[in-house]
Nanobody
């Protein structure tokens, strides 16, 4: 069992930066692939990016490439999402997810979810 708690969301203007954190409970954090998803009002939850267990493989959805960076600290049981050059279309609830598989690009591939943190970007 893994419990995930996100933090760092907020309201900011377009062009700004924000860093989300996701703290995981338990001693098996490094055995999970970690990912970030987001869900805007009226839309389905969508993939943002994921990072492999060692951090050696990172993948992003096209719309955030070059602006968002995922990292993890296995010693701190924490995964991060650094978001730069934010746009109004990035407005959503951002969710942290953990998966036992080899990739984490769809909501169905996640085994655990955090409660989500709201990110609102004004124009």
């Amino acid at each position: 069992q893994v419990q995930l708690v996100e933090s760092g969301g907020g309201l900011l203007q377009a062009g700004g930066s924000l860093r989300l954190s996701c703290a995981a409970s338990g001693r098996t954090f490094s055995s999970y692939i970690m990912g970030w998803f987001r869900q805007a009002p009226g839309k389905e939850r969508e993939f943002v990016g994921y990072i492999s267990r060692s951090g050696g493989i990172i993948s992003y959805t096209d719309s955030v490439k070059g602006r968002f960076t995922i990292s993890r600290d296995n010693a701190k049981n924490t995964v991060y999402l650094q978001m730069n050059s934010l746009k109004p279309e990035d407005t959503a609830v951002y969710y942290c997810a953990a998966g036992r598989g080899m990739i984490l690009t769809t909501p169905t591939s996640a085994d655990y979810w955090g409660q989500g943190t709201q990110v609102t970007v004004s124009s």
